[in-house]
């Protein structure tokens, strides 16, 4: 029922920053989690940020914590994502998705997780290179 809209990929350069932005109806009445998750080519799909209604704190990736800022309105319904100083690491295809509350932290820290969230965008594309 849930369902995500992500915007905001573009082609950007080394050392720029980007904002991706994702919008989401039909969220469930119980708390859950919703985050960023991305996928590289080579590699599987990895957590970027996450937050869970239930206590509301956003955890990060460590690959991106420091550079990387995940905002969400009050009702956790739309989130955004501040990609600062990228690397052509960051390159890959940008989701937002919706799973249970215990899978933050643990989708942006443990791998094998990230395949339990239930709700998925269509994902947005970025792309760093100069």
């Known amino acids: 029922q849930v369902q995500l809209v992500e915007s905001g990929g573009d082609l950007v350069p080394p050392g720029e920053s980007l904002t991706l932005s994702c919008t989401g109806t039909?969220?469930?009445?119980?708390?859950?989690?919703i985050g960023w998750y991305r996928q590289t080519p080579g590699k599987e799909r990895e957590g970027v940020a996450c937050?869970?209604?239930?206590?509301?704190?956003?955890y990060y990736s460590r690959f991106v914590e420091g550079r990387f800022s995940m905002s969400t309105n009050d009702a956790k319904t739309t989130v955004g994502l501040q990609m600062n100083d990228v690397t052509p690491d960051d390159t890959g295809v940008y989701y937002c998705?919706?799973?249970?509350?215990?899978?933050?932290?643990?989708?942006?820290?443990?791998?094998?997780?990230?395949?339990?969230?239930?709700?998925w965008g269509r994902g947005t594309q970025v792309t760093v290179s100069s």
């Open positions: 998705a919706v799973g249970l509350p215990g899978l933050c932290p643990s989708s942006v820290i443990v791998q094998s997780t990230v395949r339990f969230l239930r709700s």
């Open positions: 039909g969220f469930p009445s119980e708390d859950y989690t």
């Open positions: 937050v869970s209604t239930s206590d509301g704190k956003t």
